[in-house]
């Protein structure tokens, strides 16, 4: 299992056809293939050797993805970089990963200096942007120019692809280590369960760095279909592109479905190309995708889910289990079915398996699987066991065999002896008609230990009090699960790079000069 | 990449779905699971250790699919026996690859004498028939019931699933080494390239212990869906099956949807449940793929193509390519493009790769690919260069990357300097419309080394002469690679055991004392 076969096999199936569209770039697959060849030769003579990590740290482009296979395809590993790291985070991973060779686009190169300061690793940076090249920079169209194409390095199967920072919001980050295996694995069950057809073409909205997108990307080269990049998520350019370019497929996590929604562009908008829109990285409240459903008519919705450290995609969610009525009803609030490469299991602290029903750690097993976490034997001693990644999400498995996931175990809340799973929480407190969004996190209680604590948005214009949400819960979920307190916002919830809710950020203030249990 | 991890999927995400049905029997897939298990225990009890083979000489059953994967849950290598095989070459086979123990079946337990007559090698054989359990033989029931289920091995990746003996007709047959990535890869493109949707519902009409039905198996389990199976091909029993048990999906190779079309229960069954015909083994004439698709009205047609070493598929026509009219036209005569999880090239005798339109011969890498030959590194090294495996086919891609086979180079016909490939011969002699079927194969001749000689089966009542084949060829082809001498026979062509013609049998009264170049 070779990435780089993929393209070559890509160019051969569908040689007239486009593999990239970007701004008023357009290159068919034999064109991207040459020029994957050509930047692998110039990262050769630009000093990198077999199994050498190359970072970027760039927008969505084009050149994007020819950093990804053409580093591959030079027989190096790649190391996209996280957009919202601050540079000493930057510097901390090139450190940590000894990157010699960076790659930046025009709205980062400012950030370089800042970053060298903090790291004297890096040797190289090539600028892959469109304005001039700064000063001690490489320009990407010209090494490219400048070099041949070189044959394929052949790396593959158990061979490092890519170290992908993850969980730098609560510590350092760690390198998850993903082989050419993981990556391919677990695109090829995207294509099947995203229903990926040959030919199919692909929105990149979602940031380029992250797993999600990049299993996305592999799975659109796998149906030989066309990538439409647009550089950043905004609701109206991802409108725009829709109406434009009419991909098949777009990711997206549930808050730009709700921007996009939410746009007044958006009735104005053509989407009927859309065939697909799969969502995750974060859940999805049921009044959501209702809307979605409903606004994005004809398309289906199909959720992926995962981590970094599973290439990142487990179960999937398809489109004819996104329902309200039926024997799938109900299945709306799962995360889906174990992808056909892998197998889940749900294990109590002792690592005994559980059956159906019962809340456990949900861990996964199979080829999608990181070879461990970079330089951090401890971490991936602790993370792998038996072959089995420990996800750190608690969740069950119903009868049907869908994954139901409850929460991190750290944003488990603990309360008075009981287990409460805040997404249970947030979404009873969310099917209140005036709440635009909710974070359910625990507070530090003497009598309890925890107690809940709902962190609200209301919609604009609306009334409900503290009192109208805690009466709401009742109707709705046990007592000991329902709100204690409820906290009016109005500013939006930090979020992570993968758009979850820093939970860790909204607690800190309760938290300050105390220590949480951690599960 | 673990085969056994398929069906432990299946059984979480279909739990209540039918695994198997098989005369009056039927199993959901955790009852499958845990006859597996069981069997592996019994399996283990009766001596199988890590990495020893276990052979099965029998039709298809539901038993045969729980040997699969029972044997490799023990942490076994399976080894299907070909069905057409004498007790010699069974013998042979079982020596080669060092087989303590056998199970058979009511068809095949009467061979066991003449094959222990020739071996002294197996030391337990198991009776999984449904008559009374012969002297000397251990009862497939009754072992399962003594044994409890064991632990999954746990063997997958690189580790050897399965010896599959190939290429018997042509001397001492090769025992194929597939490692699990490699059946688990080509079934993972199969599932996508077939359109096997989530629950498809297979038909067992092929034999199981050949690779093509074997690869249709992995798919169908990776779709969590249902193995129908029927003992072994006959056209009546297979329509039967399709109006009884309304498979989606099933395998046929030419020669069997001609004998299904030409029954006279044809026009009596309902086949309206099958979504997708499989073909593959053999090459099939448009003549009969047009009236095939006419017939099976609402079902697709796709083919595939590939050879035991390659887990066995390495290129699918998918169904939207079987067209007459459109941009697509012309590819129904191809064997379609690569799949996604392999690459191809036409290479020279040099190994130089060819562009697109010239033929040589057809190269094929990937995770699909065999691990060797047992006991024969010689072909092996033959066989496999810098990870591509040598089909021995003759072959080229068009410029849409399209894989016509033209011949096995050793059917190549080599006359007075000029190639003739007789694929390309039978498909002019097949439009003739008297013409039933074709082989053409070349006899030696004084003057031109060979020359081209069509066998021809007429339909019945047809009178073409000689000359009026020959004639008719004339206005397809080059005159040099007309047949220079036809001959008609009422008689069906020898099959081999995948039913393909067997021209070495055909040539052989031609070639008697003489030596035939080798390609």
Known sequence: MQLTSIIKRAAQVNPRGLATVYKDRKQTWPQLVERVGRLAGALQKAGMKTGDRVAMLGMNSDRFIEYLFGVMWGGGVVMPMNLRWAPPESAYAIDNAGVKILIVDDAFEAMVPAIRERTGNIKTVIFAGDRETPMDMMNYEEILEAADPVPDAGRGNEDLAGIFYTGGTTGFPKGAMLPHRGIYSSSLSCVWGFDLTDRASYLHAAPMFHMADIAMMISTCLAAGTHIIIPMFNPEATLEAIEAHRPTHVLLVPVMIRMMLESPEFDK???????????????????????????????????????????????????????????????????????????????????????????????????????????????????????????????????????????????????????????????????????????????????????????????????????????????????????????????????????KVLKTELRKPFWEGRTRRVN
Chains 1, 2 share one sequence.
């Open 269 to 499: 908008t053509d989407v009927s190309s859309l065939k697909r829109i799969i969502y995750g990285a974060s859940s999805i409240t049921e009044s959501l995708l209702v809307k979605a459903m409903e606004k994005f008519a004809g398309c289906g919705f199909a959720q992926g889910f995962g981590q970094t450290e599973l290439s990142p995609v487990c179960t999937i969610l398809d489109a004819k289990h996104h329902v309200l009525e039926g024997p799938y009803a109900g299945k709306l609030r799962s995360a889906g079915q174990a992808t056909n490469t892998c197998e889940i299991k749900i294990v109590d602290p002792a690592g005994n398996e559980l059956p159906a029903g019962k809340v456990g750690e949900i861990l996964v097993k199979g080829p999608i699987t990181m070879l461990g976490y970079w330089n951090n034997p401890d971490q991936t001693a602790a993370t792998i066991t038996d072959g089995w990644v420990h996800m750190g999400d608690g969740g069950y498995l119903d009868d049907d065999g869908f994954l139901f996931v409850v929460d991190r175990l750290k944003d488990m809340i603990v309360s008075g002896g009981e287990n409460v799973y805040s997404a249970e929480v947030e979404n009873a407190v969310t099917q209140h008609p005036d709440v635009a969004a909710c974070a359910v996190i625990g507070i530090p209680s003497k009598k309890w230990g925890e107690s809940v604590h709902a962190i609200v948005i209301l919609n604009k214009g609306a009334k409900a009090t503290e009192d109208d949400i805690k009466k709401f819960c009742h109707t709705l979920i046990a007592g000991y699960k329902c709100p204690w307190t409820v906290e009016f916002r109005t500013e939006p919830f930090p979020l992570s790079a993968a758009n």
